[in-house]
């Protein structure tokens, strides 16, 4: 395999000597597969500019337009600046700045938003000013616009590149006098923060569909807290209801109590304090607070604002007010002066005693009036001496009726490690995730009824892993791109819910999050991303650089605490192995989204070489590595799929380098060993998935394509996808002319076969026998023996239809001798099936075809293919031997057997088998079932051979119909094209009526053991 040396350039792929610091091919500084470089993120980009300015210029004193312009500079850097935004650079008169570096917040979008609304109002109070001194004013418009770019590291320029800056320009273009125009992609994230209209589409250059902006009006003050679509039904967290309860109970017992609510975000702290203030309104006074992540003028803001609600709550006047709360004694002038100095609601006066203390005297002599709850909400946001002041209220040595519910997402914990601290009226809460009978509750209550199909639920709550969060904002994006829509009273789905795709609400949160991370914490997050979303530990410790490796036992601590990812030992006893996982999914796929597509090829082709190190290598098997069989597959196919990402990011980037089509070779290798060894097993929808990744990765031209291609093909016929199969083996065809392959042309010929076989049976097996034999010749020539024993499987085929039932078996031990040469396995398990059938129907007498078949089951146990084909031909051979149970047990296994593997045609077989058994056993009613959904199952694929068959079973046993007419059902050509068979299916309907065979001519002995069998 090949190796990824660890000076590969992570911005242009170049390998350059291990000892390089800049790249030899972009000059970049080299990062090893570890550092970390560049990030992709989702920022927002405000565009500002005056309107008008050239004749503004033309017509004013170059003095008054420089002062006019300053004006509005300061006053756009101001609230770009407050907003948390990066003025990054001024073009003339134009600002633009961007929200989400060099550090991303979660709510970017609607913080650019706000800057923007600002700006073009304060930009109208400065209008006005002019035009009264000047007689000319000024007015702006604004551009917004949310998407992917890809910056440098904090440590490099934050240069932005990419559409968003272009098309937040060219929306700030587009915008009227005083206009803040935003992309529909930001107004995805702020919809619930803000008034907008939809204005005119825009044409863009190089963009095919028009875009729609939004003018916003208004836009919600930050104070409101973070804007959430839905209020759904409080559910659930019964426990966690009942720690807030003990809590309340112990602190109306005199004990002071602090309750820290600690979760991700979405995971219902808020919600889980709200329900409890509800619960408690008539025996507790609340108060709510809430701390912001910016826009506080001091640190004990969040106390200021309660204060000035109080203040202002019974429209008294708010010094009169606030005394009100608090019982006559020598410190209540003092305490009211200081709590009125704290809150704002006088002028600054510095003889005022210490605000921190005159609240905290304020909360403690409430509490004495009445029991009091304080929840403080986002304490990860709060100042310091907020927190001490919090903390000094609930540590008091008096006893008093007071508890305090403070949220806090996981990161807080590494910041003030003692605040949650178990005891001394301490309790930290943990919010895990909603348990699923809940979230399935939540998801009925936000959709107004159980309206969704339950596969599109499963989909829609394992998505969301118990974030309520997260299922309201998937549902939001459902309804925003039209899938769901609402119904009579709920929503109900508009189409097929195949993938639940991220909201970038969510994902926007999620990366908010890893940002604040340690760049080495991020890291080891990274690498374990690009392991997927659980890995065993021993993998992410491999794959770090060097330098990191030291530190990952720390670090995994860390990022435990901050719910990110977990360890846990999987295995038994002392081989358990230490196994990490991210705490969901969403983590997983954000973390990933964040590495630049350069630095993911570098970091899956290391991974792949560490799995190859491991054991993983093509080319050495389970003796030579010591692994087991199934370990080394896990591994190959990990392996396949770290070079398959590496390779196809690589394409995404532009034209393929040696490294890149060197890793696709080994890719393809990979993925079509292991094709072969799940094909051995039956499994032949992922068979078909393994040939068709490798397909991908294969140029045209290349010499592998027409054999891959063809047993693509040949996959997709046994899986069932007709149309996806003719398709893919027209390509194969005429990829082998061009290559002049004649075994891959030979080889999509039989497959298509087997293809017309399902599909277009009438006359097949005339069709069938010469197309077999010349293939044959093709692969005699070529000594290709695996094609060999796939021609004589069509032999075989066409023996067993035109009831030739020796030469069926003589026909099908050729196969699966040449089978055996081949090394072919999977072929060796069809003419298993197959073999196992002539037991059925051939001469041989029921004692010796139970034999068989269950030599059959011992030399194939490791099997799962042969073992569900042979139990589907054990249970009817059972079935008339008259033991009911053994039979029912046999096909049941059968059908489960081949259902799990993907075989729909070979399980409605089996269902067929049933249905022929149950009859046998007298069970009418239940043999109709089951042919049924035989029938049903088969032509839900378009089969067409075996349901003719099958149809013209179900009939008679339903309608019981006289049984010397033709069978009813069975398709025209069939009767026509080839009597026999409809001789065959009316001989063995009578059969199992205990009806005796009327002569039909050539073929008599078709069901021969049955007529052994029956009395
Ligand atoms: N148990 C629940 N029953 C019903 N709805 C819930 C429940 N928990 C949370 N929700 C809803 O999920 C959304 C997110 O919850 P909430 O705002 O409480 O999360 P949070 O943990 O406080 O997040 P953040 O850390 O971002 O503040 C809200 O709309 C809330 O109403
Ligand atoms: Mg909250």
């Known amino acids: ?341 704290l809150a704002g609601l006088a002028p600054p006066n510095p003889t005022a005693p210490n605000g921190a203390w005159a609240v905290e005297w304020l909360l403690r002599s409430v509490a004495r009036q009445r029991p009091l709850v304080i929840a403080v909400d986002d304490v990860q946001w709060a100042s310091d001496p907020m927190l001490d002041l919090i903390a000094g209220a609930v540590s008091s040595e008096e006893r008093l009726p007071l508890l305090v519910l403070a949220t806090a997402r996981p990161e807080f914990v590494t910041r003030r490690p003692g605040w949650a601290a178990p005891g001394d009226g301490r309790t930290p809460l943990r919010l895990g995730p909603l348990p699923e009978p809940d979230a399935n509750e939540l998801l009925s209550h936000l959709l107004g009824g159980p309206a969704l199909p339950d596969r599109a639920r499963d989909r829609l709550l394992a998505a969301a892993h118990g974030n309520p969060l997260f299922l309201e904002e998937t549902l939001g994006m459902l309804a925003d791109d039209g899938l769901l829509a609402r119904g009579s009273g709920s929503w109900e789905l508009t189409g097929e819910l195949t993938d639940v795709p991220l909201p970038r609400s969510v994902a926007a949160l999620v990366a908010a999050r890893l940002d604040l991370l340690a760049p080495g914490d991020r890291e080891v997050l990274q690498h374990t991303s690009v392991l997927g979303v659980r890995c065993e530990r021993a993998a992410l410790v491999a794959l770090l650089p060097p330098a990191r490796r030291q530190e990952v036992e720390a670090c995994l601590a860390r990022l435990d605490e901050a719910d990110l990812l977990h360890a846990e030992l999987v295995g038994p006893g002392e081989a358990a192995e230490p196994v990490l996982s991210f705490h969901h999914q969403v983590v997983r796929d954000v973390v990933y989204a964040a590495v630049t597509k350069r630095r993911r090829i570098v970091m899956h082709a290391a991974a792949a070489d560490v799995l190859a190190r491991n054991g993983a290598g093509v080319e050495r098997g389970s003796a030579a590595s010591g692994l087991m069989p199934g370990v080394v597959e896990a591994q190959q196919a990990q392996a396949a799929h770290h070079l398959e990402q590496s390779v196809l990011l690589a394409t995404e980037l532009g034209p393929l380098r040696a490294t890149d089509r060197a890793r696709a070779g080994d890719a393809v290798h990979l993925l079509v060993g292991l094709s072969r060894q799940v094909g051995a097993r039956g499994e032949t929808a992922a068979t078909a998935d393994l040939l068709r990744r490798a397909s991908r990765l294969l140029p045209t031209g290349d010499a592998q394509l027409p054999r891959v291609l063809a047993e693509l093909g040949s996959s997709l016929v046994d899986a069932g996808q007709y149309d996806a199969a003719a398709a893919v083996l027209t390509e194969a065809q005429g990829s082998a002319q061009d290559r002049q392959d004649h075994t891959a042309a030979a080889t999509a010929e039989l497959a298509g076969l087997w293809l017309a076989a399902a599909r277009d049976p009438s006359g097949w097996a005339l069709r069938a026998e010469p197309a077999a034999h010349t293939a044959l010749s093709a692969f005699s020539r070529a000594g290709d023996d695996g094609g060999r024993a796939r021609a004589w499987a069509v032999l075989a085929e066409v023996a067993f239809l035109q009831c030739r039932i020796a030469d069926c078996k003589q026909a099908v031990q050729r196969a699966s001798r040449f089978a055996r040469r081949a090394g072919n396995v999977r072929e060796e398990a069809q003419n298993a099936g197959v073999l196992a059938l002539t037991a059925l129907v051939g001469p041989l007498p029921t004692e010796a075809a139970l034999r068989r078949c269950r030599r059959m089951l011992t030399t194939y146990r490791d099997n799962p293919f042969v073992q569900g084909r042979v139990l589907t031909v054990l249970g009817v051979l059972l079935a008339t031997t008259g033991d009911g149970a053994a039979a029912q047990a046999a096909l049941a296994s059968s059908i489960e057997r081949l259902e799990s593997l993907g075989q729909p045609v070979l399980t409605a077989l089996a269902w067929e088998a049933l249905g022929h058994a149950e009859d046998l056993l007298g069970d009418a009613p239940a043999a109709t079932r089951a042919l049924r959904r035989s029938l049903h199952d088969l032509d839900a694929v378009g089969e067409v051979q075996q349901a003719g068959w099958a149809r013209c079973s179900v009939r008679p046993t339903r309608t019981r119909r006289p049984s010397s007419s033709p069978a009813p059902g069975l398709p025209r050509q069939w009767r026509t094209a080839t009597p026999r068979h409809a001789g065959g299916c009316r001989t063995r309907v009578q059969r199992f009526r205990g009806r005796p065979v009327p002569p039909l001519g050539a073929p008599t002995r078709y069901w021969h053991c049955w007529g052994t069998a029956t009395p």
């Not at 792929?13 to 000059?27: I, K, S, T, V, Y």
């Not at 003018?215 to 409080?234: C, D, M, N, Q, Y």
């Not at 600690?262 to 309104?281: F, H, Q, T, Y």
């Open 1 to 341: 395999m090949t190796s990824a040396p660890s000076s590969t350039c992570a911005r242009c792929g170049e390998d350059n000597p291990a000892h390089a610091r800049f790249c030899l091919g972009c000059g970049t500084p080299v990062i090893a597969a570890g550092g970390e470089g560049e990030s992709r993120r989702t920022v927002t980009v405000v565009f500002v500019d005056v309107v008008g300015s050239t004749a503004l210029g033309e017509s004013t004193d170059a003095e008054t337009v420089r002062e006019m312009l300053l004006g509005y500079f300061a006053v756009a850097r101001q609230a770009l600046v407050a907003h948390g935004g990066t003025v990054e650079k001024f073009i003339g008169d134009a600002v633009m700045a961007v929200f989400g570096v060099p550090v991303l917040h979660e709510d970017d979008a609607l913080r650019a938003v706000r800057a923007a609304v600002e700006i073009r109002d304060a930009v109208r109070g400065l209008d006005g000013e002019l035009r009264e001194r000047y007689g000319r004013g000024l007015l702006v418009r604004i551009g917004v616009a949310t998407g992917e770019v890809t910056t440098g590291d904090r440590s490099t320029p934050t240069l932005v590149t990419g559409d968003v800056a272009n098309l937040a320009a060219r929306l700030e273009q587009a915008a009227g006098p005083a206009q803040v125009l935003i992309a529909p992609a930001t107004y995805t994230l702020v919809q619930h923060a803000v008034g907008a209209r939809q204005a005119g589409a825009l044409s863009l250059k190089g963009k095919a569909e028009p875009v729609v902006p939004w003018a916003v009006g208004s836009v919600l003050p930050i104070e409101t807290g973070p804007p959430r679509r839905f209020a759904p039904a409080f559910v659930g967290r019964a426990t966690e209801r009942a720690v807030l309860d003990k809590a309340l109970k112990q602190a109306r017992a005199g004990r002071p109590q602090l309750v820290t609510l600690i979760g991700e975000p979405g995971a219902g702290k808020s919600a889980l304090v709200r329900d409890a203030a509800g619960r408690w309104a008539d025996e507790v006074a609340c108060w709510s607070m809430r701390c912001q992540a910016y826009g506080e003028s001091s640190g004990f803001e969040p106390v200021a604002r309660l204060l000035r609600t109080l203040a202002a709550a019974d429209g008294a006047e708010p010094t009169a007010a606030l005394r009100g709360l608090l019982p006559a004694g020598p410190d209540r002038e003092a305490v009211v002066a200081g709590v009125v100095a």
